[in-house]
């Protein structure tokens, strides 16, 4: 990677995840040494674009609850995304139809699912140009585009849902706190609960970061889902508080 490329890169994804993040944390997110994240950060320290701290750095701007394209959420949380992929490639049985919803978790989870013999409803653009490289059932919803995230939403996308039995529905969301499910605008959040009313079985995906973390619109509580899917890195207080409200994989 290119370095003035990766020196931008690091100041996107701290300020992304939250203003905060440990040395070996952007190493794995760019895929490079921490010896390497290290000159690099004393660098941009330098340039008054970060500041350091042991282990790791913060960003000079605070966060804000913004909503994020696609592309930049793709360098949030990795390893976690791809954890949680592989765990949806273990539950969701062969053969299923399900909905998969717009988040980047989802779109990652592609690679564990496409040869299950699934049919795929998705509303997300990106998703669908991904499901293309696969030999298998695509429907993509109608609806008006959303540019930032690439996801089709509105009226006429929920009236794509008429006359469609779903078995399992994968949802997405920006923050998990107590009983509250939560994403960055209505109409995410109404097109995810239509897809919810046709389905059979309801999962909610979100790796660890979001919990405890709310954003604008709730759309759902936990214990309307069958099962909250994520990565491992839970505490264990914080893990048994969230499991009065619904199953945890």
Known sequence: MIKNVRLNKIIDIVKL?????????IASTLGVSEVTIRRDLKELEAQGKIKREHGGATSIESPKRIEFSTDEKMLLNIDKKEIIGKKLGNLIPNNSTIFLG???TLLLSIPYL???????ITNSYPAF?????????VILTAGELYKKTGEFLGKIAEKSFEDINIDYALCS??????????????QQGSLQSTAMSCSNKKIIVADTSKIGTLDVIT????DEFDLLVSDDDWNENIKRKYSRYIEIK
């Open 114 to 120: 496409a040869n299950k013999h699934l049919t795929f």
């Open 102 to 104: 717009a988040g980047t």
């Open 219 to 222: 759309f759902s509580t936990l």
């Open 173 to 186: 969301t920006n923050g998990i706190s107590e009983n509250k499910v939560t994403t960055s605008n209505s």
């Open 17 to 25: 995840n939250g203003g905060n993040m440990t040395t070996s944390e």
């Open 129 to 137: 140009q991904f499901l293309l490289k696969y030999d298998t059932r």
